[in-house]
């Protein structure tokens, strides 16, 4: 599932809950830096739900590391993103300082 931070209409991370746990990367693509992954809404994953595919050029990522292990990227990685859950069992995203600078810009 992706989620938006500070620019509405485009995913800035996205989580995806695989074998009980949850993951989240940035939606940027290493193989073409600031090209979003999901061809639409939500729509990361392969047909099984097994990898991460990128809707650019089709490159495969390992859901639990983020390694490229298919495509143009291969042996790259996405950008994770880190994840806090309070008391109150919410879940907070901790956007990579580098990629804030970035969206501050735009
Ligand atoms: S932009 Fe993602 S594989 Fe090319």
Redesign the pocket.
């Known amino acids: 599932m992706g989620f938006t931070y500070k620019s509405p209409g485009r995913d800035k991370l996205f989580v995806v809950k695989h074998q009980g746990r949850l993951h989240a990367w940035l939606n940027d693509?290493p193989?073409?830096p600031g090209?979003p992954?999901a061809w639409r809404r939500d729509a990361y994953l392969n047909r099984d739900a097994t990898r991460i595919v990128?809707?650019?050029?089709?490159?495969e990522f390992e859901i639990h590391t983020g390694r490229c292990t298919h495509?143009?990227?291969l042996g790259d990685s996405l950008q994770p993103v880190k994840l806090d859950i309070d008391a109150e069992w919410r879940i907070h995203a901790v956007i990579p300082a580098e990629a804030s600078k970035l969206e501050d810009k735009g």
């Not at 990128?54 to 490159?59: I, M, N, Q, T």
Request: proline residues 7%; glycine residues 22%.
């Open positions: 693509c193989h073409w090209s992954m990128c809707s650019g050029h089709g490159a495509g143009p990227c």
